[in-house]
């Protein structure tokens, strides 16, 4: 589809929010609590963060909870009976999601629609619609322009909004769920931006690597023990880095039983933990920490790359912000980079 161009005015903000609020829609958006921005509910735009780089989590529990029921069963007699999960998604529009995160939308995407298709992720992404906002600012740890995006890439978004000086916003129309959300807004949408210079409005974020060349050098890497020795001697497996990563997508199905119900879970998890690989028979795979942070590099750098011809990383810098040992992915990428093949 090609995209269309509109203008979002400021003023228009406050009842694109009561407009989509009174379509039954649930709206995401970022919300600062404390410290932390999150993606949560809202009602209005008042209520949205303003003047950050990036939230401290990713929206991707939109369409991968971190928590989910599966299915529950009872236990009748000696017959287990299964009920399965009847609740259709609401509808929801992700509203302030930066480029690097709409990216990451399509490499879950990737992941739970090319081989099985998964009808629990594939329900709630047919309900989603993601309203991007182009980056003006950046930090240290953006790296988006490494791995195949920029501060307004147009990638995985319905809607692209940047922020214009006087307050406006740029809108771009990308898809056919875009262009229903607008034709359904009634005329708050209006017309022009065809003149705009989007690009001298965004941040800039300098390439620091080749996506493509990084997955020659992780390959040729791979048996480099000492390397991964040496980057891995801070990380104490805590997981952050996986859970606030807007492309990781490593789960794990538990069941939880009390008396003769229970239910079916599936719960985030990450290849950073010990326990990630632990066989029933004791067997670790991965037994040490080394091993299982070449696994995130490579999962990302590697083996996503050539599966689903995207990057497993989005390069939006969360994993090193929030790294309780201070683990800087992108140092690390620079150090794999240099070696010589
Ligand atoms: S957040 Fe840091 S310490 Fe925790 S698992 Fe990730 S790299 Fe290791
Ligand atoms: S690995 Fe780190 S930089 Fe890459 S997408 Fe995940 S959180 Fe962002």
Redesign the pocket.
């Known amino acids: 589809m090609a995209t269309e161009r509109k203008i979002l005015k400021k003023e228009s903000l406050g009842p694109l929010f009561e407009k989509m609020n009174a379509a039954g829609k649930r709206i995401l958006a970022p919300r600062k609590t404390g410290e932390q921005i999150r993606f949560e509910p809202v009602t209005s735009a008042n209520e949205i963060a303003a003047d950050f780089v990036q939230s401290t989590a990713s929206a991707k529990w939109a369409v991968f909870p971190a928590v989910e029921e599966m299915l529950s069963f009872r236990s009748l007699d000696k017959e287990t009976k299964l009920e399965a999960k009847q609740s259709k998604p609401q509808p929801t529009v992700v509203f302030g999601i930066r480029p690097?995160d709409a990216a990451?939308f399509k490499a879950l995407h990737a992941v739970f629609a090319t081989d099985y298709k998964d009808d629990l992720f594939l329900d709630r992404w047919e309900q989603i619609t993601l309203i991007g906002m182009s980056c003006t600012k950046a930090d240290d740890y953006c790296?988006c322009t490494s791995v195949g995006g920029n501060p307004g890439s147009t990638v995985g978004s319905d809607i692209l909004l940047t922020p214009l000086a006087n307050g406006d916003f740029l809108a771009e129309i990308l898809t056919e769920k875009g262009q229903q959300l607008v034709a359904s807004l009634d005329g708050l949408f209006a017309a022009g931006g065809s003149d705009i210079d989007k690009e001298s409005l965004l941040a800039k974020v300098t390439p620091k690597f080749d996506a493509k060349q990084m997955k020659a050098k992780m390959d040729a890497v791979f048996n480099n023990e000492k390397l991964w020795t040496r980057q891995s001697l801070r990380c104490i497996g805590c997981g952050a880095?996986a859970f606030?990563?807007?492309?990781?997508s490593c789960f794990d199905i538990q069941d939880e039983r009390y008396g003769g119900k229970g239910q079916r879970l599936r719960c985030w998890d990450s290849c950073g933990f010990g326990l990630f690989t632990l066989h029933t028979s004791g067997h670790n795979p991965r037994h040490t920490q080394a091993q299982r942070w070449r696994q995130r590099l490579m999962h990302?750098f590697s083996y996503g790359p050539e599966k689903y011809e995207l990057p497993g990383?989005?390069?939006?810098?969360?994993?090193?912000r929030a790294c309780p040992t201070d683990m800087n992915?992108l140092g690390h990428l620079l150090e794999i980079a240099e070696e010589k093949l």
């Open positions: 690097c990451a790296f880095c606030v990563c807007p492309s990781c990302k990383c989005v390069g939006c810098g969360r994993c090193s992915i």
